[in-house]
């Protein structure tokens, strides 16, 4: 049995049990800074000032912001994401739940639209794991469209690829909305892109 190796010295009881709950303000610094500066211009120093920790902490955490930025949306992707798909399967019909889950889309993109510019516009900009992980939740709700096509009345020609153009549609004209610093009004979007859905899907006008 090897003897055991001499006790590292440590500054702080912080670095030995550090609170990881602590970790969501450093998370939510992240997004929301990156929504609001942009992500190629929030730095680290902004985002520990923000949650309130020295930089030196952010590294030992997180070690980067691109790991940070890659953690931050994934989290907060995956709960967006659960949220529409919820809403979605509370519903009594597909039509109803494309409707429901479309509006908890536009209704967060609205109250929170720095939230939304990291989820939907700045995950270009950082790439690397978080694109990953966006292209991993486009995956789950475009699967989540695409059931339409075992739907009465569904087109006899749609396919996968039409639920990825329908959802593609969606993520394209609120980044717009968002990058012309329109968020406000994104709600008013319910009767047109449920129109383009249906109009794709069910061939309905």
């Known amino acids: 049995m090897e003897a055991p190796g001499p006790l590292r010295a440590v500054r702080s009881w912080e670095e030995v049990a550090p609170d990881l709950g602590a970790d969501a303000a450093v998370l939510e610094a992240m997004l929301l800074t990156a929504g609001e500066l942009g992500y190629t211009r929030a730095t680290v120093r902004e985002v520990a000032e923000r949650a309130r920790i020295t ?6 955490r997180f070690g980067s912001k691109e790991a940070c930025f890659a953690r931050a949306y994934e989290e907060a992707a995956e709960r967006l994401a659960s949220q529409l798909l919820d809403a979605y399967r509370s519903a009594t019909s597909w039509r109803e739940g494309f409707s429901l889950g479309l509006a908890e889309l536009l209704r967060f993109v609205a109250e929170q639209p720095l939230l939304a510019k990291a989820l939907l516009l700045e995950v270009r900009a950082a ?4 694109w990953l992980a966006h292209q991993r939740q486009v995956e789950r709700l475009t699967a989540a469209l695409d059931t339409a096509r075992h739907e009465p009345g569904a087109r006899a020609n749609a396919s996968p690829m039409t639920a990825g153009f329908v959802a593609g549609a969606i993520e394209e004209s609120l980044s717009i909305e968002l990058a012309a610093g329109r ?8 009767p047109s892109l449920t129109h383009l859905a249906f109009l794709q899907l069910f061939g309905e006008e």
């Open 127 to 130: 790439r690397g794991d978080a």
């Open 183 to 190: 968020s406000d009004s994104v709600q008013l979007l319910l």
């Open 55 to 60: 930089q030196d902490r952010f590294h030992r």
